[in-house]
């Protein structure tokens, strides 16, 4: 079982997932978390129709978005290194880290930008930063719903559907 702060922070890593999903126009899935670990619900396959790299930023998102939330900024390069995805990567096999991974080793091999998978990987890492903080208070709004929606459940699963999904992400944008 987990903790309420570990489930806040799978919240972030869930609802960072969702609001990469809906800018990319991936509707028709919900989301969750779960008293269980390791709920990334919605392994999103259509994304496999997507460019790498940025196939590579919908996994990172998760990750990303639970150590700002956790650490109140965002990481420095040497929090994390590529030494840091790889270890996730073997940790578990089909996972965010793995997924970005291959998704990071396709782009240097299919294009002619980036010389390593490290350099790609910096890229990657430089663009999600931008792309969470523009987006952070939906990340945010999503959090909570999810995160209040477990604590009132009794069966220990805090949900957004699809519809609701995108109605809190354009609630967001209309405060601006
Ligand atoms: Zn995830």
Redesign the pocket.
């Known amino acids: 079982m987990r903790n309420e702060d570990e489930v806040l922070l799978s919240a972030y ?2 609802a960072a ?1 969702a609001v990469f999903a809906h800018y990319d126009g991936t509707d028709g899935y919900n989301v969750y978390v779960s008293d269980e670990r390791g709920n ?1 619900v919605y392994r999103a396959d259509l994304y496999e129709r997507y460019l790498p790299m940025r196939y590579a930023q919908f996994n990172l998102a ?2 990303y978005a639970a150590i700002v939330a956790a650490d109140l900024e965002h990481p420095t390069p040497d929090e994390v290194p590529l030494s840091w995805l790889i270890a996730g990567a073997e940790r578990t096999p089909e996972g ?1 880290a793995w997924y970005a991974l291959e998704a990071l080793k396709r782009v240097v091999k299919e294009g002619d930008v980036f010389d390593s998978v490290g350099e790609a990987y910096a890229f990657a890492m430089i663009k999600l930063a931008g792309l969470v903080e523009k987006r952070w208070y939906e990340i945010e709004a999503l959090a909570f719903a999810l995160h209040d929606r477990w604590v009132e459940s009794e069966e220990g699963i805090g949900r957004v559907d699809g519809d609701e999904l995108s109605q809190i992400i354009e609630r967001i944008q209309g405060e601006k």
Do not use: I, T
């Open positions: 890593h869930e997932h990334c998760g990750a965010d």
